[in-house]
């Protein structure tokens, strides 16, 4: 079977093929995209055939396909990841299970996509082979009911262990601290009930701190180390237990009282909720397609000579017919050979008018039929273009990013320097005669007073502060990164239908001679269809006052192109200007003409006729947010180019052309195209992509940061990075500001926390602070960072959203707007 050169998917008997085109494609937009990718330079076709194939080679979830003769490939949900060291350290023990092949972790998303001999391990043994590493692995398209209580779990874990904390720290303050600070004599914890009242406690509290809420940091320091990348766990977990193992030698073998339990303990909890603050941002930035199940169809139902069953959707073969009812899911992708019906593709191809299927045209599964049953004949690879759509989600959100924190990264040279210095000087002052306990206090010293609370603190509550701006704003951040990423940005691309439109119809205005007649008599007869422009105009109607169930509507019937009926005794089409004309009415020139106006401003042109010629159009159009053009604006005033993408034909599309900060629309784009296009854009510069619908959901997680409409769909928000609350635009480019806030924050608490460890880590190198006081410097450098972290960063709030219906008011357009003039489109 021949394959789309583009995409990967199956090339049908007619495929779309171009002279100066070597290749052969599933559809004018593949062949279009595919020519737009090749005038770029430097790009060889095969660099073009990674861009729309390469991620098309995995099922989706628990289902698996042939990586490679005798191989498989499977996807697991991984819970527990601590950092971007835990990909390392999964990747390289997976590889030493028999039966795997080959292993890439995501820490981004808490996947693991692992290759495997299936007649040396199964899905059961991959699971176990993950587990077995103190993770927990599950099948991403089985709810995994134990997740919510591990979160719980960590929650409360921080809780009690915040409560034992506090009770070590009002030992201290009540017993140990007013020892040290000369108010008791060192004989009074010299008694054996004081000692017992004091240190029992202390001991007990601190070590439930130290290996209960310090679990996650210490396995996290082992990880790290057994994998050599050595992260800021190393460091906490090296001073904690520094700390906390001389503090049990001192009271064990050593006269003296002056113990830091309290230090590994505040170490300990300060830094876990750091953590935690940290995860409960990441949890949501997970890639849950939860949506996935409910919208994936798992049964088709059938027809046979004794009539029609429901069979499983792996059971169906070519040549199988099908039958779908109206409002129900296409399964599978075929040809009509039964019926016809107009079924709404935005789901798949993000286009927003629903398209007429009759007998011999292709529908594509994952789209709906909406108004007639139908019946199709399954094609010959029996494969839904919707689970296409989902096998590119899983395979680029698993994909390895390679990304890691900047603390993390300066980590790497961090940790190796303070232990070796802590080592030194240890050895140091015993070569000088200093006794083990004084030489142990000092290395101590050094790793307490360099222990990164500051800089651990620095990047997740710069973040904090960040996500709290955005959601000001109405922003919801759904991946931490997001904001340290977006200020890279250099494009930002757009989809069009739900995004810069309302993805509602709307009747934007009506030209003709008697506007209000015109639009009575076509809301009378649409009143009996239940197509979207149907609605669009019924619904206009009655805003105007029209009611259409005053009028007689009889002998109602539905076309391919529109519908007719008769009204009040008199026959009225209303419709496509062809199916107008097929009809047997004439069109005018000057309704011609108003039709091709309409077309170039971007609506779709509905003719309404009786008396044997067309009376008038309606412009009929996915109305564009009130604000589109502001936002665009704004966001190039800050550098980024914008580009459109768009599933709708060129005509459509044409009005965003013309936006001189619109550097490209993009139209016709299929979805396998779309997300190919976000591939070549990002060879040209850091890409964010703005969308809301399933179709998207490729494209937002092909690119480096995706933005969702929260009135889109789960899947595709559940690909994104960040989600726009309301009705309004406005909140991106706040966010811009927001995100570039935030990196400036964090580059001050960075810089702090660097200075910082720069004065005092040669101070106590030359035994000039002890643990006590390296504690209390180590304090206030993280109260520095936390203040720092909570102040608000000026920028201004978003004025008010404009009204929910902002559409222009309907009126006997005889101009329409300025048309578009701008040649930036590409029909694709």
């Given at each position: 079977?021949?394959?789309?050169?583009?995409?990967?998917?199956?090339?049908?008997?007619?495929?779309?093929?171009?002279?100066?085109?070597?290749?052969?494609?599933?559809?004018?937009?593949?062949?279009?995209?595919?020519?737009?990718?090749?005038?770029?330079?430097?790009?060889?076709?095969?660099?073009?055939?990674?861009?729309?194939?390469?991620?098309?080679?995995?099922?989706?979830?628990?289902?698996?396909?042939?990586?490679?003769?005798?191989?498989?490939?499977?996807?697991?949900?991984?819970?527990?990841?601590?950092?971007?060291?835990?990909?390392?350290?999964?990747?390289?023990?997976?590889?030493?299970?028999?039966?795997?092949?080959?292993?890439?972790?995501?820490y981004a998303t808490d996947m693991v996509r692992l290759d495997y001999d299936p007649a040396r391990i199964d899905r059961g043994g991959l699971i176990d082979a993950i587990s077995t590493l103190g993770y927990h692995a599950s099948d991403p398209d089985?709810?995994?009911?134990?997740?919510?209580?591990?979160?719980?779990?960590?929650?409360?874990?921080?809780?009690?262990?915040?409560?034992?904390?506090?009770?070590?720290?009002?030992?201290?303050?009540?017993?140990?601290?007013?020892?040290?600070?000369?108010?008791?004599?060192?004989?009074?914890?010299?008694?054996?009930?004081?000692?017992?009242?004091?240190?029992?406690?202390?001991?007990?509290?601190?070590?439930?701190?130290?290996?209960?809420?310090?679990?996650?940091?210490?396995?996290?320091?082992?990880?790290?180390?057994?994998?050599?990348?050595?992260?800021?766990?190393?460091?906490?977990?090296?001073?904690?237990?520094?700390?906390?193992?001389?503090?049990?030698?001192?009271?064990?073998?050593?006269?003296?009282?002056?113990?830091?339990?309290?230090?590994?303990?505040?170490?300990?909890?300060?830094?876990?909720?750091?953590?935690?603050?940290?995860?409960?941002?990441?949890?949501?930035?997970?890639?849950?397609?939860?949506?996935?199940?409910?919208?994936?169809?798992?049964?088709?139902?059938?027809?046979?000579?004794?009539?029609?069953?429901?069979?499983?959707?792996?059971?169906?073969?070519?040549?199988?017919?099908?039958?779908?009812?109206?409002?129900?899911?296409?399964?599978?992708?075929?040809?009509?050979?039964?019926?016809?019906?107009?079924?709404?593709?935005?789901?798949?191809?993000?286009?927003?008018?629903?398209?007429?299927?009759?007998?011999?045209?292709?529908?594509?599964?994952?789209?709906?039929?909406?108004?007639?049953?139908?019946?199709?004949?399954?094609?010959?690879?029996?494969?839904?273009?919707?689970?296409?759509?989902?096998?590119?989600?899983?395979?680029?959100?698993?994909?390895?990013?390679?990304?890691?924190?900047?603390?993390?990264?300066?980590?790497?040279?961090?940790?190796?320097?303070?232990?070796?210095?802590?080592?030194?000087?240890?050895?140091?002052?015993?070569?000088?005669?200093?006794?083990?306990?004084?030489?142990?206090?000092?290395?101590?010293?050094?790793?307490?007073?360099?222990?990164?609370?500051?800089?651990?603190?620095?990047?997740?509550?710069?973040?904090?502060?960040?996500?709290?701006?955005?959601?000001?704003?109405?922003?919801?951040?759904?991946?931490?990164?997001?904001?340290?990423?977006?200020?890279?940005?250099?494009?930002?691309?757009?989809?069009?239908?739900?995004?810069?439109?309302?993805?509602?119809?709307?009747?934007?205005?009506?030209?003709?001679?008697?506007?209000?007649?015109?639009?009575?008599?076509?809301?009378?007869?649409?009143?009996?269809?239940?197509?979207?422009?149907?609605?669009?105009?019924?619904?206009?109607?009655?805003?105007?006052?029209?009611?259409?169930?005053?009028?007689?509507?009889?002998?109602?019937?539905?076309?391919?192109?529109?519908?007719?009926?008769?009204?009040?005794?008199?026959?009225?089409?209303?419709?496509?200007?062809?199916?107008?004309?097929?009809?047997?009415?004439?069109?005018?020139?000057?309704?011609?003409?108003?039709?091709?106006?309409?077309?170039?401003?971007?609506?779709?042109?509905?003719?309404?006729?009786?008396?044997?010629?067309?009376?008038?159009?309606?412009?009929?159009?996915?109305?564009?947010?009130?604000?589109?053009?502001?936002?665009?604006?704004?966001?190039?005033?800050?550098?980024?180019?914008?580009?459109?993408?768009?599933?709708?034909?060129?005509?459509?599309?044409?009005?965003?052309?013309?936006?001189?900060?619109?550097?490209?629309?993009?139209?016709?784009?299929?979805?396998?195209?779309?997300?190919?296009?976000?591939?070549?854009?990002?060879?040209?510069?850091?890409?964010?992509?703005?969308?809301?619908?399933?179709?998207?959901?490729?494209?937002?997680?092909?690119?480096?940061?995706?933005?969702?409409?929260?009135?889109?769909?789960?899947?595709?928000?559940?690909?994104?990075?960040?989600?726009?609350?309301?009705?309004?635009?406005?909140?991106?480019?706040?966010?811009?500001?927001?995100?570039?806030?935030?990196?400036?924050?964090?580059?001050?608490?960075?810089?702090?926390?660097?200075?910082?460890?720069?004065?005092?880590?040669?101070?106590?190198?030359?035994?000039?602070?002890?643990?006590?006081?390296?504690?209390?410097?180590?304090?206030?450098?993280?109260?520095?960072?936390?203040?720092?972290?909570?102040?608000?960063?000026?920028?201004?709030?978003?004025?008010?959203?404009?009204?929910?219906?902002?559409?222009?008011?309907?009126?006997?357009?005889?101009?329409?707007?300025?048309?578009?003039?701008?040649?930036?489109?590409?029909?694709?």
């Amino acid at each position: 079977m021949t394959e789309c050169t583009l995409c990967g998917s199956p090339v049908g008997d007619d495929p779309a093929t171009a002279a100066d085109v070597d290749g052969v494609f599933c559809c004018e937009g593949c062949l279009a995209t595919f020519q737009r990718l090749d005038d770029a330079e430097d790009v060889s076709a095969e660099d073009l055939h990674e861009h729309g194939h390469d991620h098309h080679g995995h099922e989706h979830g628990a289902d698996h396909d042939r990586s490679e003769e005798g191989s498989e490939t499977a996807f697991l949900s991984v819970d527990g990841m601590h950092c971007s060291t835990c990909e390392s350290f999964i990747e390289t023990s997976a590889t030493e299970t028999d039966g795997i092949n080959d292993a890439q972790a995501s820490y981004a998303t808490d996947m693991v996509r692992l290759d495997y001999d299936p007649a040396r391990i199964d899905r059961g043994g991959l699971i176990d082979a993950i587990s077995t590493l103190g993770y927990h692995a599950s099948d991403p398209d089985e709810e995994d009911e134990g997740a919510e209580e591990r979160f719980e779990f960590g929650r409360l874990r921080l809780v009690f262990g915040g409560l034992a904390a506090m009770a070590v720290m009002m030992f201290y303050a009540a017993f140990l601290y007013p020892v040290y600070l000369g108010y008791y004599p060192e004989s009074f914890l010299s008694g054996t009930s004081a000692s017992l009242i004091a240190f029992v406690p202390i001991f007990f509290g601190s070590t439930i701190v130290l290996f209960g809420v310090g679990f996650p940091i210490l396995r996290g320091a082992y990880v790290s180390l057994k994998v050599r990348q050595p992260n800021m766990d190393v460091l906490i977990a090296f001073a904690v237990l520094a700390a906390y193992v001389y503090s049990v030698f001192a009271l064990a073998f050593l006269d003296t009282t002056h113990v830091y339990f309290d230090v590994s303990t505040m170490v300990i909890v300060v830094v876990s909720i750091g953590n935690h603050i940290e995860a409960r941002f990441k949890r949501r930035a997970l890639g849950d397609l939860s949506a996935l199940t409910e919208s994936r169809i798992t049964e088709a139902r059938v027809l046979t000579d004794e009539g029609h069953h429901d069979v499983a959707l792996e059971s169906l073969s070519p040549g199988d017919r099908v039958l779908v009812k109206p409002g129900e899911r296409v399964p599978i992708d075929g040809t009509v050979v039964e019926g016809q019906a107009a079924v709404d593709e935005s789901l798949v191809t993000g286009e927003s008018v629903p398209v007429s299927k009759g007998i011999g045209e292709e529908v594509v599964g994952g789209s709906v039929v909406t108004d007639n049953a139908v019946e199709i004949e399954v094609g010959e690879e029996a494969t839904s273009t919707f689970d296409r759509l989902v096998e590119l989600i899983w395979n680029v959100q698993s994909s390895d990013s390679g990304a890691t924190r900047l603390a993390d990264r300066v980590a790497s040279v961090f940790v190796p320097v303070v232990v070796t210095i802590a080592t030194l000087a240890t050895v140091g002052w015993l070569a000088t005669g200093a006794s083990i306990g004084q030489a142990v206090l000092i290395g101590v010293s050094v790793l307490v007073v360099s222990c990164p609370c500051s800089l651990g603190l620095a990047t997740p509550l710069a973040i904090v502060s960040g996500v709290r701006e955005a959601a000001e704003r109405r922003i919801t951040v759904l991946n931490a990164t997001v904001l340290e990423r977006i200020t890279d940005t250099e494009i930002v691309a757009f989809d069009k239908t739900g995004t810069l439109t309302t993805g509602e119809m709307s009747l934007d205005g009506v030209r003709g001679d008697d506007p209000e007649e015109l639009l009575a008599r076509a809301a009378a007869v649409e009143s009996r269809s239940s197509h979207p422009v149907a609605e669009a105009i019924v619904t206009a109607g009655r805003d105007r006052g029209t009611d259409a169930s005053a009028r007689t509507v009889t002998e109602f019937e539905s076309h391919a192109r529109g519908v007719s009926a008769t009204v009040d005794g008199e026959r009225v089409v209303v419709g496509h200007p062809g199916f107008v004309r097929e009809s047997g009415y004439a069109v005018p020139e000057t309704i011609d003409e108003q039709v091709q106006e309409t077309r170039s401003d971007g609506f779709l042109a509905t003719l309404v006729a009786w008396d044997g010629e067309a009376k008038g159009v309606l412009q009929v159009g996915d109305t564009p947010r009130a604000d589109w053009a502001e936002v665009v604006s704004s966001i190039a005033e800050e550098g980024p180019r914008v580009v459109v993408l768009t599933g709708d034909d060129r005509e459509i599309a044409e009005r965003f052309s013309g936006h001189p900060d619109v550097s490209e629309v993009f139209a016709g784009v299929p979805p396998e195209a779309k997300e190919a296009v976000v591939g070549r854009l990002r060879e040209e510069g850091t890409t964010t992509m703005v969308g809301d619908g399933t179709n998207d959901a490729p494209a937002l997680a092909a690119a480096d940061l995706g933005i969702a409409m929260a009135n889109g769909t789960e899947l595709a928000i559940d690909a994104a990075d960040a989600v726009v609350s309301g009705d309004s635009l406005r909140p991106i480019p706040a966010f811009f500001a927001v995100a570039r806030g935030t990196r400036r924050r964090l580059r001050t608490n960075l810089g702090w926390a660097f200075c910082y460890n720069l004065v005092a880590v040669p101070l106590a190198v030359a035994g000039l602070v002890n643990p006590l006081i390296a504690a209390a410097a180590m304090a206030v450098s993280s109260l520095v960072v936390v203040t720092n972290s909570a102040r608000g960063m000026g920028i201004d709030p978003l004025p008010d959203d404009p009204t929910p219906d902002s559409r222009p008011s309907i009126s006997p357009a005889e101009g329409g707007s300025p048309r578009a003039t701008d040649g930036g489109t590409r029909d694709i």
